[in-house]
């Protein structure tokens, strides 16, 4: 048996993962977060709070057979999602204590599977070189990513386990009540925007840049084969779905999932459109009988104004992972009405 801990186990990758890995025979898996989630027959999640490691160090010394680590823990900091980058001291202290401390408890760790993204480039400050290698140089000024690899490269030195970066673009995924969760944007401002009887809109300036996405159970496959891919050890790659798309051509199929009309796009700040929408929320929860997510909790605005206002090209080359053994894509056209049908099917929205 190999024995997986998924550090950030209820994010929008953490959650794919533990899901990909418990449903092969050969994997137990630990989920770790702040919440407790659901065990089932390989999963266990432990409630841990990986910024306080006295709280770590008692709840993990156990783990003594742990064979992977997947490291997709997270805190977004305050303000404009552009800023995320910025937050070094949560982020770099949630990895050095989630490896250092599974490194002490376990002689048997074979790899740390470490998720960054695409902001590696700078793709968060404005135009950058696309599509962007993962040799290109980084951009100037602080980003968390760099803290974290810098870290992990020069602890690792001395051990017999090895690293893998992968740097994917805004997941996509069903994981309502995360930070930088796309789909949750989308499903929620369509809805309110059909509940007010207007139609669908695109919010941003980013109507007609290209654009790239990574589907969460994409990724989860991808983790996987980096895991076990002997030729991954102590090596960064971009995962994306394969493909790119412009908003403009993709909107329309969004806004069918709704029964909507499309709307030439109107750029305007989703935080301040979203400010007074909580009582109009909470009586759409009522009328519709959706699953009880306070409008606070159901999804984050800075990131949705962050992602329809990059109107500059986003892509990364995928070649790299393509050549050393991971061949799988995703069409993002059709993830993306998948995606946003599961949340009407599962009663998030109407
Ligand atoms: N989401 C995207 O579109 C995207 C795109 C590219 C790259 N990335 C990168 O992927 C990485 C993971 O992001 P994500 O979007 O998957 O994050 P996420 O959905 O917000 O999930 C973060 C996870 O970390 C856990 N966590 C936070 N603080 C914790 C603590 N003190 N102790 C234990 N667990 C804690 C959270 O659970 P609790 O709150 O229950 O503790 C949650 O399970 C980040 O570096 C991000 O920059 C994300």
């Given at each position: ?69 997947f490291f997709t823990a997270f ?29 002490k408890a376990s002689s048997k ?242």
């Open positions: 048996m190999r024995s997986a801990v998924v550090v950030g186990a209820q994010g929008v990758i953490g959650r794919y993962i533990v899901e990909k890995l418990a449903a092969l025979p050969d994997w137990q898996v630990t989920g770790l977060s702040r919440r407790k989630g659901i065990d089932g027959p390989r999963v266990k999640h432990i409630s841990v709070d990986m910024l306080d490691p006295a709280d770590a160090k008692a709840k993990l010394a156990g783990l003594a057979d742990v064979t992977h680590i805190q977004p900091g305050s303000g404009p999602a552009a800023d995320f980058a910025k937050n070094i001291t949560a982020n770099l202290g949630l990895l050095v204590n989630s490896v250092s401390t599974l490194d760790l074979e790899r740390v599977v470490l998720v960054t993204g695409t902001k590696y480039y700078g793709s968060h400050l404005g135009a950058f070189k696309t599509p962007a290698r993962e040799d290109d140089p980084r951009h100037a000024g602080a980003n968390y990513y760099f803290d974290q690899i810098d870290w992990l490269t020069a602890f690792q030195k001395s051990k017999r386990w090895s690293w893998t970066e992968l740097r994917p673009q805004t997941l996509c995924g069903f994981a309502p009540g995360t930070a930088m969760s796309i789909v949750s944007v989308i499903a929620v401002y369509a809805a309110i925007r059909k509940e007010l009887s207007l139609p669908l809109a695109f919010p941003g300036k980013a109507w007609s840049s290209l654009y790239q996405v990574t589907e969460s159970a994409h990724l989860a496959d991808a983790a996987y084969w980096a895991a076990t891919e002997p030729r991954c050890a102590n090596q960064a790659y971009n995962i994306t779905n394969g493909d790119y798309f412009r908003w403009r051509h993709v909107w329309p199929k969004m806004a069918a999932v709704f029964d909507m009309p499309v709307a030439e796009p109107q750029p305007h700040a989703l935080v301040e459109f979203m400010a007074d929408k909580a009582p109009l929320w909470d009586a759409m929860v009522k009328k519709h009988g959706l699953k009880p997510y306070s409008f606070k909790d159901v999804v984050a605005w800075p990131f949705g104004d962050y992602v329809f206002n990059c109107d500059w090209d986003v892509m990364t080359s995928v070649t790299k992972s393509r050549q050393h053994g991971f061949h799988a894509v995703a069409d993002s056209e059709e993830m993306f009405g998948r995606l946003l049908a599961r949340f009407r099917a599962e009663k998030i929205v109407p």
